[in-house]
C-alpha cells in the first residue's frame, strides 16, 4: 500500500483512529506495517442523514468509551532506560509443521446466509472463524463437521477459545485469546458414517445481534475425514440440516479465507542470548519481512490466497539465555492491539499473559513509525520513542530457555515486536 503517509498522519490527528482501530480486520500492508482500515463495503452503505455508516458510529462510541473509562488506568507507555541507545535486531529461524489450518474471515461482514468457508481434513487440525452479522437480522455462526468416512470416526477437541459475541470487537478477540491459551481439552465427538455434528454444542445457543463479532480458534484431531463447514444461519434454524442446503457465499475483495498447511510456526534464536554483552534486542512478528505470511489454496474455488497478518497460525517461540537476568516485552507497531500470550520454563507449568494486562487494550498511543525509522528497523536496528507501548511478558533469571506461545489475535494491529532487555 503505497499511501502509508496520508494513513498515518490520520491516525496521529485522531481522524481515523477511532474507527480503524477497532474495525474487524482487513489487512493493507504498508511496508512491514500491517494496517487495519475501513471496509470499502461499509462505505458504499452510508446512512441517508449524516453521511457516516452505522457501523463506524458504532465504533466510535466503542472507543470513545473505552478511552474514558480507561483513561486514569496505568500503562507502560515510555520506552525503558535501557533502550536509549536503541536495540539490535536478534536474528531467529523459521520452520512451519503441525497439521492444517483452516481459516475463515471472508466474507467477514455477513449480509445473508451461507457457506463462508468449508474444506475437508483429516488429522491435526485448527478452525478459526472471524465474522461478523452485518444484516438486520439476529444469526448463528455454527461449524459443522460431516463424516466423509463409512464407518465410525472419532474427532477429539484438544483446545480451543472464543469470545462471547459483541459490537467490542477487541474485547471478543482479547477474551478469545485468553480463553485459548489458558488451557486445553478433551472433548470426543463420536460420528457414525456419514453423519454431522456441531463442533461445540453451544454453537447452537449462541446468538449474533445485527453489528456483532464472532471469533473463535478450536484445535482438533480427525481419525478420519471430515467436511468443516463454517455457517452463517438464522437465529432459530438447526445447522447440522441447514448446511445441506446453504449456498458457499462468495469471496469478499480481502480474501482472507482458505486451507494453510503447517498451522504452527516455530521460531528459534540463531545463539544464545547473553544479556551483559547481547544488550537490548528485537525481532518482529507477523511482518512479512522477517516473518513471511502464509501461503495457502481457497478449496471453495481453487484459487491461491495468501494470510495477511499469519491469524490461526500458532507460534512457539525459543528464546535460549546464556546468564543474567532478561525482561521480555511486547510491543505493537501497527496500531491498537489486545490479545494474550503464554510463557513456558523448564516445567510444562506456563504463565498467561493478556496483551496488555492494565488496559483492555494497547498501541493507540504508540506513534506512528517514520519511514526512516522503520528502514532503520527492517534493516536492524531500532530507536524506540518515547512512547512507544510495551507489555510486560515476564522475566527469566540465570541460565535458561524462555519459551512463548503466541498468535495474532483478532481485530488487532500487526505487525508486533517481541523485545529483550537486560534487567536493570
Known amino acids: 500500500m503505497k499511501g502509508k503517509k496520508k494513513i498515518f498522519a490520520l491516525l496521529a490527528a485522531g481522524l481515523v483512529c477511532l474507527s480503524a482501530p477497532a474495525q474487524a480486520r482487513h489487512a493493507a500492508v504498508s511496508g512491514a506495517v500491517t494496517i487495519v482500515h475501513p471496509d ?13 455508516t452505522k457501523l463506524l458510529d458504532r465504533i466510535k462510541n466503542i472507543l470513545q468509551n473505552e478511552k474514558k473509562q480507561q483513561s486514569s488506568a496505568t500503562a507502560k507507555v515510555e ?29 467477514e461482514y455477513v449480509e445473508q446466509n451461507g457457506i463462508l468457508y468449508q474444506d475437508s481434513v483429516q488429522g491435526d487440525a485448527r478452525v478459526l472463524f472471524y465474522h461478523l452479522n452485518n444484516s438486520s437480522e439476529p444469526k448463528k ?13 472419532e474427532v477429539l477437541v484438544t483446545r480451543g477459545g472464543s469470545g462471547r459475541p459483541s459490537s467490542d470487537y477487541l474485547k471478543v478477540g482479547k477474551a478469545t485469546q485468553l480463553e485459548y491459551f489458558s488451557g486445553e481439552k478433551n472433548q470426543k465427538i463420536n460420528l457414525s458414517a456419514g453423519m454431522s455434528k456441531l463442533l461445540q454444542e453451544n454453537m447452537n445457543m449462541t446468538i449474533l445481534q445485527p453489528g456483532e463479532l464472532t471469533y473463535g480458534v478450536f484445535d482438533f484431531h480427525a ?21 445441506e442446503n446453504l449456498p458457499v457465499l462468495p469471496k469478499d475483495e480481502m480474501r482472507l ?11 528459534s534464536a540463531k545463539k544464545v542470548y547473553n544479556p551483559g554483552e547481547d544488550g537490548g534486542v528485537y525481532f518482529m512478528l507477523a511482518d512479512d519481512k522477517s516473518d513471511k505470511y502464509r501461503t495457502g489454496v481457497d478449496a471453495t474455488d481453487g484459487s491461491a490466497v495468501i494470510n495477511y497478518g499469519n491469524y490461526g497460525i500458532n507460534y512457539r517461540i525459543e528464546l ?48 506512528p513509525e517514520s519511514d526512516t525509522v522503520q528502514a532503520k528497523r527492517e534493516a536492524g536496528t531500532w530507536q524506540l520513542a518515547q512512547n512507544t507501548e510495551l507489555a510486560p511478558l515476564g522475566e527469566s533469571v540465570g541460565r535458561s530457555e524462555t519459551v512463548f506461545e503466541f498468535s495474532p489475535p483478532g481485530a488487532s494491529n500487526l505487525p508486533v515486536a517481541v523485545v529483550m532487555l537486560p534487567k536493570k
Open 141 to 153: 455462526l455454527a461449524v459443522v463437521l460431516k463424516n466423509e468416512y463409512n464407518g465410525r470416526n
Open 223 to 243: 481419525e478420519h475425514s471430515v467436511l468443516v463447514s463454517v455457517i452463517m444461519l438464522d437465529a432459530y434454524g438447526d445447522p447440522v440440516t441447514a448446511v
Open 257 to 267: 479465507r482458505g486451507t494453510f498447511k503447517g498451522m504452527n510456526r516455530v521460531l
Open 320 to 367: 535460549p539465555v546464556q546468564t543474567g537476568k532478561v525482561d521480555y516485552y511486547l510491543s505493537p507497531l501497527g496500531g491498537t492491539y489486545a490479545g494474550a500470550m503464554r510463557s513456558f520454563k523448564a516445567t510444562k507449568s506456563y504463565t498467561l499473559f493478556p496483551t496488555p494486562g492494565e488496559r483492555a487494550y494497547f498501541g493507540d498511543r504508540t506513534a
Open 40 to 52: 470499502r463495503e461499509l462505505q458504499k452503505q452510508q446512512v441517508k442523514e449524516g453521511g457516516e
Open 79 to 107: 520506552a525503558p532506560e535501557q533502550t536509549k541507545n536503541g536495540l539490535a535486531r536478534w536474528d531467529m529461524v523459521s520452520r512451519d509443521e503441525g497439521g492444517t489450518l483452516l481459516f475463515s474471515d471472508s466474507p
